[in-house]
DNA sequence: CGATACTTGGTAAATGGTTGCCATGATTTT
DNA sequence: AAAATCATGGCAACCATTTACCAAGTATCG
């Protein structure tokens, strides 16, 4: 691999003149740019950016840590960091946490021994705590799709309360007023939230909140076939079903039809997030629209405004999620 | 951020040792080892991975180019990848090439600068006169979901021709006689190889191939939807319909639901891919499983292999798909 | 023509480690 | 007790680049 010196060799300029055309931060003459630049492609140089960032001790690159690399939800949440921060010219680096305390952790390490200018986080298993302390260090901390109170300046997130009272209260105004719940694992914090929502529209409503008609499980479509074979069991008839999200929502709605159930006529289902394919099961889903991609691109607009002097218009930290009426919902008749 | 003199300086050891300590590489008691962790500790020491492979010219990092970061097909290609890796204690940098030849390019330059140990390459853009180029570099590369014929030692790949030809050949079996075809973009490898596949089938069974039944047309929904709505509009009756991937067929099938089709009694139809949400459209979708995830540990394997001389049993660099039977092919009745 | 502003050269330190060498002292073996 | 082995120290070179500094050369301009 060719170095710098020998870029300057071939090109007859100094080391520093050859610094000078690749940062840009000084004058060079059109002339001896060109000369450089003609050297470089000759040679194939490649600037080892290893080697550019120790020196410099910034790395143009964003580290973000998810907890999956798979799942619709993610890669929306990808994609959207890392078009943004594409068209700015910074690459990221992308690692796992699993939902999990100790690989959390651990991917958060890496990428801070990676030098990374930022890092972007959608964690679920550490503690508020363990952020603020992590806020406090040299490698800036950005948060996705979670409130830290204490972190609120470097938050981008969703009002998942907000949105369990939406899917709820949408069922609930069509008449049903047996709604079970499917939520997702009650440590994590989205799922709590919209759980919470959903306690709030029954509320509302004047309905009592039903432990017969509760069931929380995995983010998972197995999280959604088996909450609704517990509910099912407990023998208490229900008309409306909303569930932690879209995954768990195509997983109860194949269980509730595979088990004598026509949808929406017996069952109306709701879901969260509309990820990708909510619109392409069937019936098509009624969900919560969780803007993940926005909010992606929001996140890497943070970090090019605060970390690299951007100015971004429009930065917006709080998202509101809305409802998506398709057909897995239904009047309630009797 | 603390240093490794800094370390050394505490534990009261030389510099050499605590090298020594990380790097396992040369004797040292428990006692001085027990010192310098300890002193690490203390300090909340973490070795700069920059420094380490700058110095070492190793990364123990792998580099990953995939087309998109969202996707279900890319997820569990990634997912594969990340998981064995991280098992081996080998962490991943993950880019994008969005399927466009500079982008990829790029992408490729950017994962060589930072000092990747091995790269591992899902690119449809670039020619394979590039990366036989490529491979002479200093930077190991791996290719997977595609064949290069001077490559076949550093690919891992699909019989794709195998998989339109078993997609096609059910429906045939089935009875059907005038089956469409939805295919990929036909400057992508996969995608010409399955429509190869479908016609290879045909002639099997002497019918002949009609370009009215034909399309191709992007890998996502909206290609599915746009191919079947350019074929029905073609007046040409036709019982079955296989397609390039899932999201195709799922965008298709909702199509032609909504022009009146009823599915599968109308028209039965096979994706490929089997990406996790095939079963969960409806009716269930008849696919060929592509097992993205199990190539993609696949990748991982061999990397370990012949770049960190870690024995792997059971290398396999050609995979052959096979027939997911589902709900959305049906015998043809008359 | 001389003053001024720009462009370039050359040098050297710094980044945080790795790696190999040789010397030294301690410990174990014979 | 001499010899061999082992653990450690201390040193220096190296990885590819950035950055700051000063000196020197060269246009440009009035």
């Known amino acids: 691999m060719a170095t710098i010196y020998q870029v300057s ?82 690459h990221i680096i992308v690692t796992t946490g699993h939902s999990i305390e100790d690989k959390e952790k651990e991917g958060i390490e890496f990428l801070i021994s990676r030098n990374c200018d930022a890092i972007i986080l959608h964690v679920e298993a550490v503690s508020d705590e363990y952020l603020v302390e992590l806020s406090k260090g040299t490698t800036p ?35 049903h007023t047996e709604v079970a719940c499917i939520a997702g694992p009650q440590y994590k914090f989205d799922a709590k939230a919209r759980f919470k929502g959903y306690k709030r529209a029954l509320a ?39 569930c932690g999200n879209d995954e768990m929502a195509s997983g109860a709605m194949n269980y509730a039809r595979e088990n004598g159930l026509s949808l929406p006529e ?11 394919f909510a619109r392409y099961i069937h019936p098509k889903l009624t969900t919560i629209l969780n803007p993940v991609n926005e909010m992606g691109k929001m996140a890497a607009k943070l970090v090019l405004q605060k970390i690299y002097q951007i100015k971004e218009p429009n930065i917006q930290q709080i998202f509101k999620p809305s409802l998506i009426v398709r057909d897995s919902t239904k009047l309630l008749t009797n």
Chains 1, 2 share one sequence.
């Open 204 to 242: 509302e409503y004047n309905i009592p909140f039903k432990e017969e008609l509760f069931y929380s499980a995995d983010f998972k479509e197995t999280g959604g076939s088996e909450g609704i074979a517990h509910i099912m069991k407990q023998q208490h008839k229900f008309t409306g079903l909303i």
């Open 266 to 276: 017996d069952l109306s289902v709701v879901g969260f997030d509309d990820v990708i």
């Open 141 to 175: 901390i950005f948060i996705i799709s979670r409130y830290v109170e204490d972190l609120a300046e470097q938050c981008i997130s969703l009002d998942n309360e907000l949105g369990g009272y939406l899917a709820t209260k949408s069922l609930l105004e069509l008449g």
């Open 9 to 90: 060799e071939l090109a007859k300029v100094s080391l520093a003149t050859v610094s000078r055309v690749m940062n840009g931060n000084a004058k060079v003459s059109d002339k001896t740019r060109e000369k450089v630049l003609s050297a470089m492609k000759e040679l194939g140089y490649r600037p080892n950016s290893i080697a550019q960032s120790l020196a410099s001790s910034r790395g143009n690159s964003i580290g973000l840590l998810v907890a999956e690399l798979d799942g619709a939800f993610f890669g929306e949440m990808m994609a959207g960091v890392e078009s943004e921060l594409r068209a700015a010219g910074k």
